[in-house]
């Protein structure tokens, strides 16, 4: 039984494959899935690697087999907290400082670590942020958006983290003005 030399294992991706970029990529893809059958994830990471900085394969298409390979490496809440360490470490140190994906990575990091830990399973608009750790998220996407200002992804968590932080001091000035109101309204029925 021979195969066309075109032919590929795995059709998640596009099937127009004209061009020897698009036909390596789809090998590429071939070979990350294999490996992850396979259970040899060192190759499955770096395969992913490659992929996810082409612009060929949208970035949200990615984040499943992502979140596969990096839940396979059994991960403790002690490995979680020292890869927390390593990236507020590497982010301060050059040539680090001046990377963009690293301070979009801590600006979603300090972004999801601002949500309230009972709140997550409600509706997005009803949950409660710390504002201090929407600030931080704020400063690193603004970071990554003045190293990169060609990133959609950081304009959208950009223009999210304002809002949020807008919603957040709009609500906690509305909040000292009615206890200032109440202070007040006291004071005056105290004389």
């Not at 970029?21 to 899935?33: A, E, F, G, N």
């Not at 770096?46 to 612009?55: G, P």
């Not at 040539?95 to 801590?106: E, F, K, N, S």
Request: some cysteine; charged content about 25%; proline content about 3%.
């Amino acid at each position: 039984m021979s195969m066309p030399e075109d032919a590929f294992l795995f059709a998640c991706l596009e099937s127009n494959t004209s061009t020897a970029r698009k036909t390596h990529i789809r090998r590429l893809y071939d070979i990350l899935q294999l490996s992850i059958h396979r259970n040899d994830l060192s190759r499955a990471r770096r395969a992913w690697a490659v992929l996810a900085r082409c612009k060929e394969i949208p970035w949200v298409f990615m984040w499943p087999i992502a979140v596969h390979l990096v839940g396979d490496s059994q991960s403790e809440e002690d490995d979680e907290e020292r890869r927390i360490v390593l990236l507020r470490e590497m982010i301060h140190q050059f040539p680090d400082q001046d990377d963009p994906v690293l301070h979009t990575y801590a600006g979603m990091l300090q972004l999801y670590q601002s949500q309230s830990l009972q709140d997550m399973n409600q509706d997005v608009s009803a949950v409660a942020f710390d504002s201090t750790l929407l600030r931080n998220a704020k400063a690193h996407f603004e970071r990554a958006h003045i190293l990169d200002s060609d990133n959609s992804v950081v304009d959208a968590f950009l223009t999210k983290v304002t809002s949020r932080l807008s919603e957040a001091t709009g609500n906690l000035s509305q909040e000292n003005h009615d206890s200032d109101e109440e202070e007040n309204n006291d004071m005056d029925t105290a004389s």
